[in-house]
């Protein structure tokens, strides 16, 4: 049996379901996310999780034991908020020092094992401050020592983020992945940001409206999407209707189905490809290039399509907006869709 | 150093004005009316002020009649605060029965207890009773309020978290919410003490034996307005000195909410 | 439907229990004070309070005496909230002088202004204009603070982006800040309204030939409990009227500000 | 002579120089960037072009005027701010209309023109609504209306899109680029994000505490940086210092200058490269893979050193952690500077 086991959950609130019949596992130190938009269920089962708010059916299980009813305080599940929910009156010692002493540890003990996590967390000369004399960052830091000094069996992240300047941002998922290798932690981050979903997670559990719907890896998730929702959700893929990816391959395909290609899929050369080389090419005009980070993204028209082209920096320098270019895509990267569900799924393996 | 100065000459100039206006302002009063420009029996001045706040102090009048307001003033602010805290933290736990009362307690609250005054004089007669429940009901309505507002608006989150960090409910009303409600219940209290002074004055002026509301009402009625402007000033001096206890008393408490703000102008360039 | 009809039996439920207390309150009243269980002499009770009102209403009493009251107070809202714009939009726009005359003015409103209702009465006479400028200055520091701390607190940013569109100072004062300032003029107001209706009243006690200030305090002398309790409903009425009219031109005036809240609830699953 | 230039500009605050002898001209539809961390200066000279700050020296010329001392209201700059700025109690509608009713145009003419610019920027709906009922981007947009109504000769944008969260701010980036596309306009965006910058300037200016450090187009920045300053702010480059540079490509580099290498310059094999090939080639173990969009990001770690590598997706999934991999990054693609400044540039255009 897995460490944590939510088995069949169910949960609505003024008739309306947000949960419909759940179930997952997950193992010991994995890092997992639920991933989704806002409202589709994902920060109510972190709740359920804890405790925090009631189940109409179903169990939840972890280490074996069963905790569906048990009170949040007995569960010794560690939980960080979006707003930090510090305590104010308090100093980062005496927050972080709060659950130990509930527990009527040693005074010197308590010291011990508080400043350990503070230097962990690199948080030490903020000890006499308030939450209040911290950044954003500083005060998540702290809520996350606040609940690692506790060993919780598992811990639970509700967009922990969110409120965190995009500078500081980084950093503190660094930390956060970090501290639950060092901890051998097992932890849970619900966020509806696919790219730090895809940044963090060993196991993404991707929702739709109260149901899960694709389980896997981020490379999984990202590479072999199961339906139109979970690519749309999942990366800047072109979506091309059947007759519009027809014209483009002038008839060469024929499938008559939505047909969803990745940006970095799409091969392009200044040259013509050689006749008769795999896949479909067809020609195009760069209509716009915008630099981001790394790489370029293209705009290319090709028969009043325009496509999405992601090319590396070094590449892209060859390629003048306006000009004429030559595409290709391999067959076994066309992902096609039919009313919503993936219908041809041509396999290929992650790290093989 | 050379920015200091500059700061310091910048912030220092409309003080300087004012003092010289105000001392103006002073000099004058006091040349008219000892001048015989008009007649002061209205207004008194300044140098008559000093005169006789010498032989209020001399003759004891001053300590009888402030302590008798000082005791009114304090007695209001004990019980009606203790009342506020207690009242709004019973309903701020028990949500039901606060939904059903707190709505009452505001209405209440709407009614000008000031105008109830002679009412309270004629229930509670002349003595101390009638301007410590006056001012003592006008300090709860603030305190209760302010409290109630606090707990209510208290962030779930913070709550949740001292749950699952092992605290019962009594444990966090005890050590998170109580604490974090400071602020508001004191800045109920810095209302609850404007209004204890003014509450315990009126009561005076409506019906009583003593205390500085009675001295006002019985000089003004001898004309005696030096003696009346004497009052005014130990009622001034009384409202600072308490206003300031909260301010350090504040301070005391609230250490973890003063943010330093030194320099975020600079940063905002 | 389902839905809806859960939602109002739980916002209904409390209202319901409420109104069962206080009507069941008011009857005990009526049936212990009648049945001589102790002397209403103090208390009155709620049929002799009903009786009495008629008469105060047919006898041409009533009319009499809240008209003066009513004078006083509007003369005082009016008097009191004008010098507070004009002085704080002047202080604002010439800030080196609101730099010097602020502190002075935040200064004498420490000073209880209605501990000087006997000078006042003294200074102005028994008649309208000693208890319109009592209530008058109330409304006057409220307005004041309220309209000066919003003129300083006005995002520059605005006033950049009006100079930037072509304003002059004056048309942004006109267009942009005093519209932008309202919501802390009306509240200023409310406040001012509590204030000059207590300030009428006390007023009224010290030295009056008119009012519903005087009516209280000459029924008190005379034990005549049940008048005082109906001038205290119509000061209530009067003051739930004046809030009414408040509310009606903030609705009217603040259509700007009202978030559609609708709904907020169910996104923060 | 260029439609903007700013001469010799200087300011300084309480005697602490923040605009130090500044130049630079812009021309007429050109979407400039004044890019810089917090406190360089670069508001403050966007401010002085605005006429809402002042200037100790320097003159600025706009369209053949000197505006140096010219009102803010007679200037016809509009000018978009990080906190929206509009007026409150006014609807969209007059918010927008607010600066031509200042100009007298007949109500029937305001009505048209202002209804055109709200059509084009998707508000029509919205013209009724007060600010208060708005979302941030929507805020914006009306900001943007008010302004562009005016017909302005150069619209100024001071880090408008701050305070929009991440969902929106690409889409209303894309909106301030298209508007300046369409209205012809001249605009100067400041910013703090060299991503915001690199996606939407035909030219940058880094401003680096009071001083211009470089200026150039967005792929100019980022693929030549002039200093380790500019490499510092523009991208993810590795940066590895002459000993270990030294050790990595085994005694083969030898210039004992600070070496700067950019994660996706650096090529990376399963099979060694043939002998001979140009450029260093190293051998090393990946020890990490952060999947971010369309690339992985792989740390490797070669002799101790571990360089961040950046592969698109496709290619990644080649690769895993722990594996051992080649390496080769081309001589002209290293670039090495000396004391902080750029010692040998080895010369490359850009789009040629």
Redesign the interface.
Known sequence: MSFLEVLNVCKSFDDQAVLKNISLSIEKNEFTTLLGPSGCGKTTLLRSIAGLSSLDSGRVLLDGEDITYKNPRDRNIGMIFQSYCLFPTMTVFDNVAYGLRLQKIPPEQTREEVQGVLESMNLLDKAKSFPAHLSGGERQRVALARSLVMKPKILLLDEPFNAIDAKMRKSLQLTVKDIHKEYGMTSILVTHDQEEAMRMSDTIHLFNDGVIEQSGTPTDLYLDPKSKYVASFMGNYNVIDANSFSRVTHGRYQEGKTVVLRPEAIELEKLPFEEGSPGHTFVGAITSAVPQGSIVRFGVDTEGVVLNVDVLVDKATAFRVGEQVHLRILTDKILSFCFGTRFSILKRRVHD | M??ND?QSKRTHL?LI??TV??LAGILLWEYFATNGRYNPI?TSHPSGIIKDSIVFVTSGQLYKHASITVLEVFGALFLGSLAGIALATFFGYFS?AG???T??ISGIS???Q??????Y???FGLGLQSKIFLAGLMVFFNVFSATYGAIKSM?K??L?????????EF?TLR??VL??C?PWILSGLRGGV?AA??GA??GE??GSRGGL?WM??YS?SY?N?SR?MSC?LV??VL??ALNKALDLLERRVL??????TLGTE??K?
Chains 1, 4 share one sequence.
């Open positions: 050379n920015r500059k409309p004005i004012r206006l105000l209205f039901f939904e059903i009362f709505p009452i709407c009614i000008p000031l105008a109830l005054a002679p009412i004089v004629l229930w962030d989150g913070i949740e978290s001292a749950n699952l960090l092992g605290a019962s444990v050590t998170v604490p974090s400071m404007s002074l003014i004055i009126i002026y409506i509301g006002i009402t003004t004309f307005i009346v005014i009622l001034l409202g600072l250490v973890w909410r003063t943010v330093t600079r940063l360039k």
